[in-house]
């Protein structure tokens, strides 16, 4: 298929179009952004790369770092202690919402909003001896990129306006359900958040998800054929806060999203192909990332439906 007239075919499109959207400003330096940037890229299963725009300049992931979190998670954890603290269902509300945490009395909807990612990262802070260099070691192995690392200043304006994030794993603690010492969780959390990456970096690291579980470079496996099909059904399910209905239904691929405008999907045996647009829709959800994945999969007349 030729991947790259079709992504030629998506930006001239893309640019046709008026797509609104705001970036997010409840993180400071979120706000600094250019609202205007777009790239994409495309990484298939057998190492071909297909790109456009603004795809090799990092960005702040966000959200999307809680996949790899939730990966690491699967290595250094016994799988039903972690179904013990985190359910698997979608939430049906924002990704920061307290209410349904309340209701549930501290046992977060999924792995993939905040509450679930400060329970899954609590989890790597009891198993890891140095969580933050571990972390960003295991993210640098299986996207084979030794340069990726944190965002010092966008992890320092998080901590800093982060009262939301306090109020949920104050909540979880409250619970039970958070075993180690909430400001370092925290702090391990808002520095995950804070990873910057490229469009053709994520897609490069998300390759693991589409190839069952083993790395592009070797084919070495580094999850298993179950917890890779896990991940990728909780990406389909809650990839998208309260929107992962809509993103199923328009794109059809497992995928996260992420509040510095990035979207990472996949498609089994096939591609990982990553988007990024700073102007986020009401959901949080980047407008053009949404349009760019729903005419990928139109125009190719595939999906995993």
């Known amino acids: ?3 790259q007239g079709i992504l030629n075919v998506i930006e001239d499109k893309l640019k046709g179009e008026k797509l609104d959207g705001e970036v997010a400003t409840y993180i400071p330096e979120l706000a600094k952004v250019n609202p205007d940037k777009l790239g994409m890229h495309l990484t298939s299963v057998i190492g071909e790369e297909f790109h456009f725009g603004d795809s090799e300049e990092r960005f702040s992931i966000q959200s999307i770092s809680k996949v790899m979190s939730l ?5 250094t954890e016994e799988e039903e202690k ?3 603290r985190v359910d698997v269902e979608p939430s049906g509300d924002p990704f920061n919402s307290l209410v349904q945490l309340e209701h549930e009395r501290g046992i977060p909807r999924n792995p993939l909003i905040n509450s679930g990612a400060l ?3 609590d989890i790597l802070v009891s198993h890891l ?9 295991f993210v640098r192995k299986i996207a084979g990129n030794t340069t990726i690392d944190y965002n010092e200043k966008v992890a320092k304006s998080e901590k800093a306006e982060g009262y939301n994030n306090r109020a949920m794993i104050n909540l979880i603690k409250g619970y039970g359900n958070i075993d180690n010492d909430v400001e370092e969780v925290l702090d391990f959390y808002f520095d995950t958040c804070s990873l910057s990456m490229s469009c053709r970096e994520l897609a490069q690291t998300f390759v ?3 190839n069952q579980g083993k790395l592009l470079q070797n084919q070495k496996r580094v999850l298993s054929e179950v917890h890779t099909k896990r991940i990728n059904a909780i990406m389909q399910t809650c990839g998208f806060y309260d929107e992962a209905g809509e993103f199923s239904f328009r794109v059809g691929l497992p995928g996260k999203s992420g509040v510095g405008g990035g979207i990472v999907a996949i498609y089994p045996n096939m591609y990982s192909v990553a988007v990024w647009s700073p102007k986020l829709n009401e959901k949080g959800n980047s407008t053009a990332g949404m349009r760019a994945l729903e005419l990928l999969t139109e125009i190719t007349g595939s999906s995993i439906f």
Do not use: R
């Open 1 to 3: 298929m030729d991947y």
């Open 71 to 75: 990966a690491l998670a699967f290595i």
């Open 82 to 84: 972690i179904w013990e």
């Open 119 to 121: 329970v899954i990262c």
């Open 129 to 137: 001896k140095n969580p933050k260099q571990e972390y960003l070691d």
């Open 208 to 210: 693991i998800f589409a």
